[in-house]
T-cell receptor, first 113, second 113 residues
């Protein structure tokens, strides 16, 4: 069974630009969650999508948005990038959500200059 | 507001000995707890979980203990092996209807050969 894939793996952007990250979950998984990892902050929950609907949301500004398609693939968008958005962005898929085992992708390393 | 805390950023243990990683939480609504392991340049991988109706769960060399009254959980690894060297994250969820996973900041475990 193929694992969770994320594209691109690395990204360099400048302040003010916007970026779209993509996540393909494990086949059959309907829940996709997004996390931001920065040094010293651990993994911060961004949002979770289940069957194309945002089901849970973390405490991030509206510049961070996402969506999920009918095939469960998900995208995350960050608009008006700031230096502090530099982080590793991880997506995870599971059958039904957070209290079930989540399978993580390798992440997208975003650097904002 | 860090609802899940791992107060030891790092831990070194001799190979063959027991590794004990600790985690405290503040939210009494958390119902489900998980441990993840993360190697550099990879996404976290699920290790073991426990629901609030139990106080212990074992899986091979890994045992998780939950003390609900103290809002404390720990992960025991016995015996510790060099391949266990990684960053360990504990995470908590409110269960069905509150699937958001809240992570701690992680503990870097180093196994000394």
């Amino acid at each position: 069974k193929a694992g969770v894939t994320q594209t691109p793996r690395y990204l360099i952007k400048t302040r003010g630009q916007q970026v779209t990250l993509s996540c393909s979950p494990i086949s059959g998984h309907r829940s996709v969650s997004w996390y931001q990892q920065t040094p010293g902050q651990g993994l911060q929950f961004l949002f979770e999508y289940f069957s194309e609907t945002q089901r849970n949301k973390g405490n991030f500004p509206g510049r961070f948005s996402g969506r999920q398609f009918s095939n469960s693939r998900s995208e995350m968008n960050v608009s008006t990038l700031e230096l502090g958005d530099s982080a590793l962005y991880l997506c995870a898929s599971s059958v039904a959500g957070g209290y079930n085992e989540q399978f993580f992708g390798p992440g997208t390393r975003l650097t904002v200059l | 507001d860090q609802q899940v805390k791992q107060n030891s950023p790092s831990l070194s243990v001799q190979e063959g000995r027991i590794s004990i990683l600790n985690c405290d939480y503040t939210n009494s609504m958390f119902d489900y707890f998980l441990w993840y392991k993360k190697y550099p340049a990879e996404g976290p991988t699920f290790l073991i979980s426990i629901s609030s109706i139990k106080d212990k769960n074992e899986d091979g060399r890994f045992t998780v203990f939950l003390n609900k009254s103290a809002k404390h959980l720990s992960l025991h690894i016995v015996p510790s092996q060099p391949g266990d060297s990684a960053v360990y994250f504990c995470a908590a969820s409110g269960g069905f209807g509150n699937e958001k996973l809240t992570f701690g900041t992680g503990t870097r475990l180093t196994i000394i050969p």
